[in-house]
């Protein structure tokens, strides 16, 4: 497993707030004209209320895959994670990957006097050596 393979769940979590953001965006648009979005074309009338509609339908259907995803993807990492023997490793790998902490909350986490380079490094030496 590489650290690459390991991060995805923090970064499809970034992508379904990112989504999240812009239903938010789209959903205040078709219920207040004021409202500027990014990323929508720019057009007038009831076929706006109506496109508007259609991209808040299309919007919801694709966070619902991507946490469909993110699921599986938990899912996938708990598993690897709990087919560690070193149960350090499990916690900085728990701390770092499933609840997406910086390195420096991890080694608080974990506790013991670790820095934030001490984990990170103990991570890389972990993986590099499977």
């Known amino acids: 497993m590489t650290v690459k393979e390991l991060s995805q769940l923090y970064y499809l979590n970034r992508e379904i707030e990112k989504e999240k953001n812009h239903l938010r965006e789209l959903e205040a648009a078709a219920t207040d004209g004021t409202t500027k979005i990014t990323g929508m074309p720019h057009a007038a009338g009831l076929a706006d209320k109506a496109a508007l509609w259609s ?11 991507k946490i469909s995803l993110s699921v599986v993807e938990y899912n996938r990492l708990t598993r690897y994670i709990a087919s560690v023997e070193d149960s350090f490793m ?41």
């Open 55 to 65: 991209a808040i339908a299309d919007a919801r259907a694709v966070i619902e895959a």
């Open 90 to 130: 499990r916690q900085v790998l728990t701390l770092r990957f499933v609840d997406g902490l910086s390195w420096r909350q991890v080694a608080r986490g974990v506790g013991g006097g670790n820095t934030d380079d001490s984990v990170r490094k103990a991570v890389n030496r972990f993986l590099t050596d499977l």
